[in-house]
């Protein structure tokens, strides 16, 4: 089977597990985690991180020493003023037009705001950006994302932080049949099996940080996460069966001797 690897916007990754920063007990946990989770990519909320203030100098430095590229998020925001604001901080400080785009429209569920976030994409993809929306399962709003010029779609699995893994299956299979571009799992996930199912679906990848940075053991855990992701995958391209509604005999009867009792 020939090599398997993730593009974004041009960029090839050998790993499918995108890996949050925040919510580890320690910079140092954080670093293990990474380093476990075998993961190319990481995200960072300039919200809580600025380096620029020498507040975070040595989180900032480690960051940098996972030799990961960095996805800034505009986690947060709730305008698309606010939105692209933080962005131009993010290209401006970390040297990179790749943006994590999160405009929130309710605080209860941290769910996107649709319209906020079509407009948004389209102002920051005219600037040069590379995008990565954080936005629902709605197939419509996705529609609209990708004609905005967005080439990557990241859909939630399910609300941040609540780890209830796959909540509409039929939404989100719609999107995988619909869409030819990268579409990635982003919140939600808060079990390894949770995300091997959304690589068995045929998703390009998953991102998530609550599940690993909360868990007892987020080293151990990152590392349960990443074998997930690659068998998951690996079930996705060697095809899965497909279910029944009835029995199928696994051991074949032809050929079989038949024994007859006598009378």
Not at 142 to 165: D, K, N, S
Not at 203 to 228: E, Y
Request: glycine share 8%; aromatic share 8%; proline share 5%.
């Amino acid at each position: 089977m020939k090599e398997d690897h993730l593009t974004l916007y041009g960029e090839t990754f050998s790993s499918r597990f995108l890996l949050g920063t925040a919510l580890y007990e320690s910079p140092q946990q954080m670093c293990d985690a990474v380093a476990a989770a075998r993961c190319e990519i990481i995200t960072l909320g300039l919200r809580r991180q600025n380096p620029a203030a020498g507040d975070g100098e040595r989180f900032w430095q480690l960051i940098q020493q996972t030799g990961c590229r960095l996805l800034p998020n505009t986690a947060g925001c709730k305008s698309v003023k606010e939105a692209v604001n933080l962005a131009q901080m993010s290209r401006e400080l970390f040297s990179t037009e790749w943006i994590k785009l999160e405009v929130i429209g309710d605080d209860y569920n941290l769910q996107p705001d649709p319209f906020a976030l079509v407009e948004a994409s389209r102002e920051l993809i005219g600037q040069g950006f590379k995008v990565l929306p954080y936005c629902t399962d709605d197939l419509i709003l996705c529609q609209r994302l990708r004609e905005a010029g967005c080439e990557v779609l990241m859909p939630w699995g399910a609300p941040i932080g609540t780890g209830r893994g796959l909540l509409n299956r039929y939404a989100l299979k719609t999107l995988r049949e619909r869409f030819d571009c990268p579409v990635i799992i982003d919140a939600g996930i808060g079990a390894p099996s949770q995300a091997c199912e959304a690589m068995e679906m045929g998703f390009d990848a998953v991102l998530l940080n609550t599940a690993v940075a909360k868990a007892q053991n987020p080293v151990l855990m990152a590392a349960s996460f990443a074998n997930a992701l690659v068998a998951g995958r690996q079930a996705y391209r060697a095809g899965l069966m497909q279910a029944r509604q009835t029995a199928s005999p696994s051991t074949p009867t032809i050929g079989q001797p038949f024994w007859h009792q006598n009378k």
